[in-house]
């Protein structure tokens, strides 16, 4: 459970924040090396703030080269901030030395046009130039990106690039006591929201107008960053769950289910989904279906332990041509399935029939993520649930706490 709250005090020892920026350095310097790179280039968002501790403004995200970062050999991050924000970053971010803040040189995805390679040859060449003054110019660099402008520019100048989200991927995967820490919190507000669900909805509502009412809840928490999708759907749309909201006028009696699909707190994120039954009582065999699901969810999590696999787990779920007919697992992507929670939406462990069963990962103390499960009739009516886990040393710990042993009723 969360031990503290969720600002910094004087009289108690939170989350040390400190501790959370040196220790995910340290991680990623770590599987760095041990991929035998001698620089990491971190374009994606996530990356860069594990290596930085920056925040990356809304405007900027899912654009890789508006502002990226560095780890090379054994200097302190790099950051290549956007435009003149980086007089912004001297001041927030003492933590990087002032000489390690540079300006980007960006050419937004292509769209500079014929200047792109212009840009990407003095972003090539900056790269470089860093490498050098760290000592590892002769050595691979890791990127966790590449375009076709790259690409071109890495083989005229003689770049060894080599793959760097892997070792990213492996350095997100394992959370220190801090992290986990932040997990809670996460865990605690998705059932704040949960709560707040109850004492909204009514039948009449629109599904968008649920999803602003519980958007505006969770902006209203100190350190909220981001509420980038809140999945309200009812009656029809949660069975095939088209993981969206609509305009949809919620009937009495009809089965929603929502999912606080990605909030973001302090840069970490969530997955919660809880179903409900608003304006009336679910029929027996929507119980039928959801306490299945709920079968399905609960064994799976049994299966959660240090030593385990993914494999483990998927095999507790039933194929998708035993449940629903379908002809390949590809058909039912994400309706049985688990993901890792950090920085990033999907951390390591991805946990799906699709993959898990040849392509088995080790479950490691210190992993965070989500297991979700779901059940319906085509096209009627539907039910997902979803649990946030944390893999400790005292054992696989369930951190959202919102009652999930039946359809939740709202009258």
Same mark, same amino acid.
């Given at each position: ?19 959370? +920026? ?11 090396? $041990?991929? #035998? ?15 930085t501790a920056t925040l990356t403004p809304g405007w900027c995200r899912l654009k890789p080269g508006l502002r990226y970062a560095m780890l090379a050999g ?16 001297? +001041? ?71 793959? #760097? ?5 492996? *350095? ?20 704040? *929201? ?17 999803? *602003?009412?519980?958007? #505006? ?20 749309n949660t069975w095939p769950n088209w993981r969206t909201f609509s305009d949809r006028i919620i009937r009495p009696g009809d089965i929603l289910f929502m ?14 989904? +809880? ?7 679910? /029929? ?11 079968? !399905? ?18 095999? +507790? ?34 946990? /799906? ?16 993520? $989500? ?9 009627? !009516? #539907? ?29």
């Open positions: 459970m969360v031990s503290f709250g969720t600002v910094g005090t004087d009289w108690q020892e939170r989350i040390d924040w400190a501790r959370l +920026r040196q220790y995910r350095i340290e991680r990623a310097r770590e599987r760095m090396k $041990a991929h #035998g790179l001698g620089a990491m280039l971190c374009m994606y968002d996530e990356n860069i703030r594990y290596i054994d200097s302190a991050p790099i950051l290549f901030e956007q435009g003149d924000i980086g007089f912004q970053i001297e +001041r927030h971010v003492p933590w990087i030395p002032k000489e390690n803040i540079h300006y980007s040189y960006a050419w937004v995805k292509g769209a500079a046009g014929p200047a792109s390679r212009q840009q990407v040859r003095k972003f090539t060449r900056s790269i470089k130039e860093e490498m050098r003054k760290a000592g590892v110019a002769d050595m691979p660099l890791g990127t966790d990106f590449i375009d076709v402008n790259m690409l071109a520019e890495f083989q005229e100048q003689a770049i060894n690039w080599q793959d #760097g989200m892997t070792a990213m991927m492996e *350095a997100r995967a394992i959370k220190n006591r801090d992290e986990q820490e932040v997990m809670r919190v996460v865990a605690a507000i998705c059932d704040a *929201a949960h709560v707040e669900l109850t004492h909204f909805v009514r039948p009449g509502m629109t599904e968008n107008q649920v999803t *602003a009412h519980i958007m #505006g809840f969770l902006y209203a928490f100190p350190g909220m960053e981001d509420v980038e999708d809140v999945i309200v759907s009812s009656g029809p999912d606080m699909a990605s909030i973001t707190w302090n840069g970490y994120k969530s997955c919660m989904y +809880r179903t409900y039954c608003v304006g009336g009582k679910p /029929s027996q065999a929507q119980k039928d279906v959801y306490a299945q699901a709920l079968e !399905w969810l609960n064994a799976s999590i049994d299966a959660v332990k240090v030593g385990a696999t993914t494999r483990d787990i998927a095999s +507790r779920w039933p194929s998708a041509k035993e449940v629903w007919g379908y002809e390949e697992e590809d058909q039912a992507a994400a309706n049985l399935w688990g993901h890792g929670l950090g920085l990033a939406q999907y951390d390591l462990p991805v946990v /799906s029939r699709i993959y898990s069963l040849d392509y088995p990962i080790e479950i490691q103390e210190g992993m965070s993520f $989500a297991l979700e499960t779901q059940h319906g009739k085509m096209l009627q !009516w #539907g039910v997902r649930l979803e649990q946030m886990l944390l893999v400790t040393e005292r054992g696989t710990e369930v951190t959202t706490l919102f009652p999930i042993d039946e359809i939740t009723i709202v009258a």
